[in-house]
């Protein structure tokens, strides 16, 4: 089964004696944002001693990486922490973050969410120039930009190097200095928010993570903002012209329900699509269930507007995960079944209308209804939450090439042939703004101006040299045809 990966999650504590542990709290609330591997870096600065940045970053899962052992050794009141899923760089413990840098004799530790799509030029350059890198990540790029630099400071010498990268990014980075830094793209393409603290401010991919902490949420980090926090408070540089241009599919999937970003909230967001997509799409049915989890708010909306029951026809296991070990080829087909199992009593004798928040190869959804109609189904009908992905995202997303995407070389008719439901719609592009949009407190005047390129393909940042060979390669591959076996 796929489904599209947030490539990472990045948090930061300053001002707190027990950093490591609210940032180790923090992660487990990204964890949905990146399962690959996770890090901690803890700054102590004791009174009349030089700073110590400590450091602990292995593959895996957040709750198997950090023992009580672990934690106790991250001692002070700064941290930062990361979640990592690769979009740039292999998947390998060399690349987990945070980076711990040694440079100029001054030591940061840097956290990254996004992807630079002018990474591979500037790597390029900066081999010739001498530099030696590490690690695969984009990440790297930065750093070395900043040893370059010849700013007299920190702060100055990340401004540098930010407005020498285009793309995506969200950062955090902690100075030996005793700065926690959060810095956001001028388009803003991924999520960062500010938090307060009792003794301090936490920074985070998603505000969920004040939830658990008990942190309140006091704004977004603007587009194009660098925020320096220390023993002074908060101070604020901009970074370049805010343009901004939120990823619209943070609401559609990535994010959790309970987050709020730039102002607008994620659970009220998808209930509004699943509204929208009962008025826009209309079916005489019995039942609504959703594909779980991501479906449900969307599914809650659809049944809520269109006066069908709503039901959990669908139960998901949540103890498959990504690194399941597939059996043999002869029975590979029961995969889906193990991460979902359908309700005989909820769907049997029924017309089924099943909400789903997008639709990519078709594989899945085509083995979905081949279990409801298993089940008793007489008909089934499949509604999408967001318009078709036509695009891969070049924005710090992994999803597949444009080949893989089964929307864009195909009609919904043809979809629904191939996937053997009743009929197959999907929300309008105008449909997924304005819900966002009715999400925002206080609501928006205006429609908010997103990134949609997996629906569109209108790229704000079009890749550049070497990275943008890399983008017309996935562009000009052969559409795969119907059915084609991709997972």
């Not at 991250?74 to 973050?97: D, F, K, M, P």
């Not at 008025?279 to 809650?300: C, L, Q, R």
Request: glycine share 8%; with cysteine; proline share 6%.
């Amino acid at each position: 089964m796929w489904y599209p990966y947030a490539m990472c999650g990045v948090f930061g504590v300053f001002g707190h004696d027990e950093a490591a542990n609210l940032t180790y709290l923090g992660l487990h609330s990204l964890q949905h944002r990146g399962q690959e591997s996770a890090g901690i870096v803890a700054l102590e600065a004791p009174a009349g001693a030089s700073p110590v940045m400590r450091h602990h970053a292995a593959m895996g899962l957040v709750s198997d990486i950090f023992t009580r052992s672990t934690l106790d050794r991250l001692v002070g009141r700064a941290a930062i922490g990361h979640v990592r899923y690769s979009t740039s760089g292999s998947s390998e413990l060399r690349n987990a973050q945070p980076f711990l840098i040694e440079y100029k004799s001054d030591v940061v530790a840097i956290a990254h969410n996004g992807n630079l799509v002018n990474a591979m030029a500037l790597r390029a350059e900066l081999e010739r120039n001498g530099s030696i890198f590490q690690t695969s990540s984009d990440t790297e790029v930065i750093v070395h930009l900043m040893a370059q630099s010849p700013a007299a400071d920190v702060v100055g010498r990340l401004q540098d190097a930010l407005g020498k990268v285009t793309g995506a990014f969200s950062i955090t980075m902690l100075t030996r200095g005793g700065q926690l830094i959060a810095a956001r793209d001028p388009r803003g393409f991924r999520p960062l928010a500010l938090g307060r603290l009792k003794s301090g401010y936490v920074v985070s991919s998603e505000t969920s993570s004040f939830d658990l902490i008990e942190a309140d949420y006091v704004r977004d980090v603007e587009p194009g903002e660098i925020l320096v926090i220390d023993d002074t408070g908060l101070t604020s540089r901009r970074l370049a012209p805010a343009s901004g241009r939120p990823c619209v599919f943070e609401y559609v999937y990535f994010a959790r329900p309970d987050s709020v970003i730039d102002g607008a909230g994620v659970y009220s967001a998808r209930i509004a699509m699943g509204e929208r997509l009962a008025t826009e799409a209309p079916i005489e049915a019995d039942v609504v269930i959703p594909v779980p989890d991501s479906g449900v708010p969307a599914a809650i909306g659809f049944a809520r507007v269109s006066g069908i029951p709503f039901a959990m026809g669908l139960i998901r296991s949540h103890y498959v995960g990504r690194t399941f070990i597939e059996p043999q080829e002869s029975i590979r087909h029961f995969g889906v079944r193990l991460k979902l199992s359908t309700v005989r009593a909820v769907v049997d004798g029924k017309r089924v209308v099943v909400v789903d928040d997008s639709l990519v190869r078709g594989t899945t959804s085509r083995k979905i209804v081949k279990m409801l109609r298993a089940a008793g189904a007489t008909e089934v009908h499949l509604r999408i939450s967001a318009p078709p992905t036509t695009h891969p995202c070049f924005y710090g997303i992994d999803t597949p090439s444009r080949s893989e995407l089964v929307a864009a070389t195909h009609t919904p008719a043809e979809i629904a042939r191939y996937i053997t439901c009743d009929s197959l719609l999907y929300l309008s592009h105008a449909g997924l703004v304005e819900s966002v949009d009715a999400a925002r407190m206080p609501p928006s005047a205006a429609p908010t101006a997103f990134c949609d390129a997996c629906f569109t393909g209108h790229y704000p940042v079009v890749p550049a040299s070497e990275d943008q060979a890399h983008l017309v390669t996935l562009r000009s591959r052969k559409p795969l045809p119907l059915g084609t076996p991709v997972i």
